[in-house]
Structures are given as C-alpha cells and as structure tokens.
C-alpha cells in the first residue's frame, strides 16, 4: 500500500498451521497483522436512523419493504456490549459506519454530538485492542442529500467531499482502515435499475451514470481523507459474484461484469486497497437472473456458494495490483450448522489464495449481528450473534465460537 496506507507495510510472512472443522490441516503463509473482524452497518444496527431516506421509503407505500428498521439492535447505545464480545471472540478488528444523517443532519450543519458519539465508539475499539474499519456511507442517505436528487444531483461528490473532511478532521486519528462507499455498484443497480432500493428507479442509463457519479463520489471522499490527519488505508469495498453463463446468457454476463465491477476495479488504482465482497454465485442465462431449483440455496434464495470467496479474490487480483480486504462475506440463514459449512469453505478459498500468494490483509464476515436487512427486513439471519427483537440480548451462535477457534491459528491476533 502506498502513501496513506498502514496496514502491514512489510508484509512479515509466517508459516501458521490453519485448522479447520473438516478439512485437512494446512501450511498457509499470510502477512503479520491480518485482521479478522465482522462487517455491520449504522443503519442495520444502530436503531433511529430516522433521517434517512431508507426510514422514509420504509413507510411509504408501494415500496419494496417489508417491514420498518425502528430500533434496529440498538447498537447505538449497546456497542460496547457488541465491542466485548468481538473481543471475546478473539478478533482483532471491526467494521462500522458512520452515519452522514447524524453528522449533518442538515446541509452544512454538523452535529458534534454525533461526532462524540463516534468518537467514542471507536476509543471504544481502541481500548479493546480491535482496529476498526470505518465505511463513511453505507446505503443510507440523509433526508436533505435525498431531497435535493440523491446521487443524481452532480454536486453530490463535492457533498460527499466536504462530508468526509469533517469525518477525518475528527475521527481521523482513531480510523484504523476507511471505506468511502460502501458497494456503490448495489446502490446503483438496486436503486436505479431495479427500482428495488430508493428512490426506486428503473433506467439502464440512469443505472449507468449513477455508477459515474459513485466513482466521482468515491475519488472526493478518497481525497479528502488524504488531506486530514491519520495514516490509514483507504479503499472501497464492491460487490462482487461469481457469475456463470448458461447457454446464450454469455453476452448478459459479460455486460454486467463491465458495469458492476470492470468500470470500478479499474477506477481503483490510486487507492491503498480494493474491498471484495461477495455472497454467492448468479447464474445468468439470455433472459437474466436463474434460480437453480435442484441444488442448495440459502435465505436470501441465493445459492449455497462459498466457493465465490475465492474466485472474486482470484478475480480482483487480475483486474487490479492493489492489496485485498474481503470486507464482507456470509449468508443468511437459519441454521448455523449451514452458516458453519459456508464459513468453512469461504476460509478454505481464502487459505488457497493466500497460499498462492496473492496480496489479501483481511477478512471480515458478515455480520457479527442477525440484523436490519433492509427490503427483507429482520427475517434473513446474517449474524454469528442471535439478537432478540424485544430485550435486544445477544447470544452467541456456535458459528461464533467455530470462527473464533479458526482465527485462534493465525498470528497477531490481541489476546
Ligand atoms: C451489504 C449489507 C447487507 C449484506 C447482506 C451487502 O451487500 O453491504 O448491508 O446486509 O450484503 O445482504
């Protein structure tokens, strides 16, 4: 990583045995400081994220929502509880957003009080020995930003801009890594052409020159974060499948690839790192998206793929020399037994990659929370933590002990 970056800038590459349930022990060489974390989102976790536009869409009608955030697990009051039990868990980083509908709740005007907050949530990682992974947006718009045009006004990236100045001014000293936009490439495809996400839109072109904007967007953020005080990696974390043609789906295959991730890995190459993310296989054929039925699918309707973690992995260093965070991974399920069998071999993928050498410092699951899944709402459990929907208690699924025994052979990790 160059300039900015902090993140293990001599790789020292250690020999470790890798034990996982059901596989073969294996030799794996991996850089000193790997972090190995859980991926979670403001709005998916902190509860009142009232003035945003997913709070509005949620309540409106005719939408795709099936039910309303509310209070989310109220980890704006609860993330020290969320912090010990990372801790607990043995990992040594934790990925969080601020929120931009906090800071400025209104145009130009910032809230300390928000400021604060954050501030103390991340001298809250720090005291724990955890690094945490700071996304500056993820999904969610303030009201204002929505009102003027959202990521169609030109002037967003100047917006977007002036926000992350006031985040790094602040909280630069503490961010451990930065992730401008979190998967840009979803909130253009699910909200401008799927008309899935708001503002509900449905338009290739409008999809095409969101994903401009996103890029524009992403560079502003880049930049000003560069300029405030801090050492840190900054990147941005897209979302990425394994894709596979069916007979004449081909051509569709190779135009979505372009769109969602070519146009962006190859916009990334001043940045310290490339966020991967991925969940699944699609299998596309001449009319678009193929639901197998005969084979293993998850929650979400998404095929049971752990094998995608490696190929994207494999995929990315191909398109781009920068270093790699797969900054988010996982499934929604009900049965952590299924959720243990994908972890499994999304580390299994990630051990081959390593092992091949290709340059990747981190992985995040996702989630450390079963948590708000926007248009699904809280029936898709994504979590390694149960969380009740009345007390807010949470309770550790056994894939959190499975995944804390699979860090405990790596080195660096705080004890
Ligand atoms: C998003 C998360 C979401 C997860 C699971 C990712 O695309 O960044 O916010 O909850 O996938 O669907």
Redesign the pocket.
Known sequence: MDGHAALGEAPVVIVQRYRFVSMTPREVHFPDGFLWGT?T?AY?IEGGGDNTDWWRYERATGTHAVEQCGDACDSWNRYEEDLDLTARLGLNSFRLSVEWARIEPERGVISQEALGHYRRVLEACRARWIIPVVTLH??TLPLWVADLGGFENPDIASWMGDYALVVGRALGGLIGVACTV??PN?VALMGYLMGFFPPQVESWERFVEVNKTMRACHVAMRDALRSTPGSYPIGL?L?MQEYEALPGGEDLVNMIRHEMEDEYLRALDDDDYVGV?C?TKLLIGPEGLVVPTDQELTE?GYLFWPQSVEYTIRRAASLTDRPIIMT?N?I?TDDDGQRIRYLSGALAGLANVLRDGIDVRGYFQ??LLD?F??T?GYG?K?GIVSVHRTTFERAPKPSAQWYADAVKGFPSIPS
């Open positions: 991926s989102s998916q993820h999904f979190n998967e979803i974390p979302s993310q969940y979400m988010e996982g929604g996702w989630s948590n899944e926007w699904f898709p994504f």
